[in-house]
Antibody, heavy 121, light 109 residues
């Protein structure tokens, strides 16, 4: 059973960089069927796609965030990471990592439990 | 375009059927049969319940069904149960972009 687990600071100061890591277990992060994604949800609001990465390093970013986002993958550690720079209070959200499956029509079939990141001084 | 449009709320009595619409454009829903649906209970991560417009993953109740017409996708929940009370989100692949719906709160009366 595939499992994903987010980790990282729960509090980030304005203008600094938010950094999160997702650890994948139960399947290979190098699977040809899988992209690895970050999705966020501000408190009381809907889901927003941040971006996703293939094990080769190819990335796709939400154009509204692309100037501040970097997603990377470390296949040796079965981890992928998110960096979001120059954060403001509007970046406060629960951040989820997820698998995007090609065999399920690019759906997000497995999700981490989510981690709340608050941007505040 | 920033998000697909869903009704904010839909309600029904136990045993009834309800339908949630998800309206996009010719660039996303209208161009791809790659619409998925997610159920989210309070404080929980979303759960994947429909992919490729109408396909149910293993283990998902057959009370959930999906369809698409033009630029609008729909999720129908039949035989509504108390446990179906949750938020529901649609999502469409759109090439280099991805769009989630605005979300619909389903209330079981």
């Amino acid at each position: 059973q595939l499992q994903l687990q987010e980790s990282g600071p729960g509090l980030v100061k304005p203008s600094e960089t938010l950094s999160l890591t997702c650890t994948v277990s139960g399947d290979s992060i190098s699977s040809s069927d899988s992209y690895w994604a970050w999705i966020r949800q501000p408190p009381g609001r809907g889901l927003e796609w941040i971006g996703y990465i293939y094990s080769s390093g190819t990335t796709y970013y939400n154009p509204s965030l692309s100037s501040r986002v970097t997603i990377s993958v470390d296949t040796s550690k079965s981890q992928f990471s998110l960096e979001l720079s120059s954060v403001t209070a509007s970046d406060t959200a629960v951040y989820y990592c997820a698998r995007r499956s090609l065999s399920s029509g690019y759906s997000f079939d497995y999700w981490g439990q989510g981690t709340l990141v608050t941007v505040s001084s | 375009q920033s998000a697909l449009t869903q009704p904010a709320s839909v309600s029904g009595s136990p045993g009834q059927s309800i339908t949630i619409s998800c309206t996009g454009s010719s660039s996303d829903i209208g161009s791809y049969n790659l619409v998925s649906w997610y159920q989210q209970h309070p404080g929980k991560a979303p759960k994947f319940i429909i992919h490729e417009v109408s396909k149910r993953p293993s283990g998902v109740s057959d009370r959930f069904s999906g369809s698409k017409s033009g630029n609008t996708a729909s999720l129908t929940i039949s035989g509504l149960q108390a446990e179906d009370e949750a938020d529901y989100y649609c999502c469409s692949y759109a090439g280099s972009r991805t769009f989630f719906g605005t979300g619909t709160k389903v209330t079981v009366l």
